[in-house]
């Protein structure tokens, strides 16, 4: 079945570090990817996503490329602020064989000043 | 504010009872999502409705059931609960699949403590 595995946290930086979490997925058809961040005491939101092959999404500095021929999805910054602590979770969407979203179990990023 | 609301925010209950959390979807979409988020960051989807049915299941118990009603609004029901219950419990809400807008809009989430 279709399945989402992202690295394991969490991730401790310092400001100002290049940021990379891994994110590679198994799926039939093309499905859609997504990278979502949950800050403390919130919900989830919407960080950017890449809806085909070698797609790049970007938002707020962070970037994550669509490429089907390794499947991942691998979120990257330059430069993280402390700002940025979060729990990261990548996920895909397909309406291949039933619609389904799946969940990666998420990485927590913790940005030291 | 991602327009998805959900009520009540937190909610203390004991073993054995029952609860209702709810959640209204984004104004336009059709979707609604519940999702619980143990302490150890894990978000597994229990089910998904669409304009008012049953369109996918996750890993939902059979103490717990759900609904979308016609105004679209979710309820989400759980009963006999148990000490393994408490957790965040998140609502999303998506655009109509036609629309080509997959994103999931998230609810800021309602805390179970079950004592």
């Known amino acids: 079945g279709d399945s989402v595995t992202q690295m394991e946290g969490p991730v401790t930086l310092s400001e100002e570090a290049f940021l990379t979490i891994n994110c590679t997925y198994t799926?039939?058809?093309?499905?859609?990817l997504f990278w979502y961040v949950q800050y403390p005491g919130e919900g989830l939101q919407l960080l950017l996503k890449a809806t085909k092959a070698d797609d790049k999404g970007s938002n707020k500095g962070f970037e994550a490329t669509y490429r089907k021929e390794t499947t991942s999805f691998h979120l990257e910054k330059g430069s993280v602020q402390v700002s940025d602590s979060a729990v990261y979770f990548c996920a895909l969407s397909s309406n291949t064989g039933g619609f389904k979203t799946i969940f990666g179990a998420g990485t927590r990023l913790f940005v030291k000043a | 504010d991602s327009g998805v609301t959900q009520t009540p925010k937190h909610l203390i209950t004991a073993t054995g009872q029952r609860v209702t959390l709810r959640c209204s979807p984004r104004?336009?979409?059709?979707?609604v999502y519940w999702y619980q988020q143990s302490l150890d960051q894990g978000l597994q989807f229990l089910i998904q409705?669409?304009?008012?049915?049953?369109?996918a299941k996750g890993n939902i118990l059979e103490r717990f059931s759900a609904q979308q009603f016609p105004d679209l609004h979710s309820e989400l029901n759980l009963s006999s609960l148990e000490l393994g219950d408490s957790a965040l419990y998140f609502c999303?809400?998506?655009?109509?699949?036609?629309?080509?807008?997959?994103?999931?809009?998230f609810g800021p989430g309602t805390r179970l403590t079950v004592l």
């Open positions: 409705y669409y304009n008012g049915e049953e369109r």
């Open positions: 799926a039939t058809g093309y499905p859609s």
């Open positions: 999303a809400s998506s655009a109509p699949w036609t629309s080509g807008r997959d994103e999931q809009f």
């Open positions: 104004s336009g979409d059709l979707s």
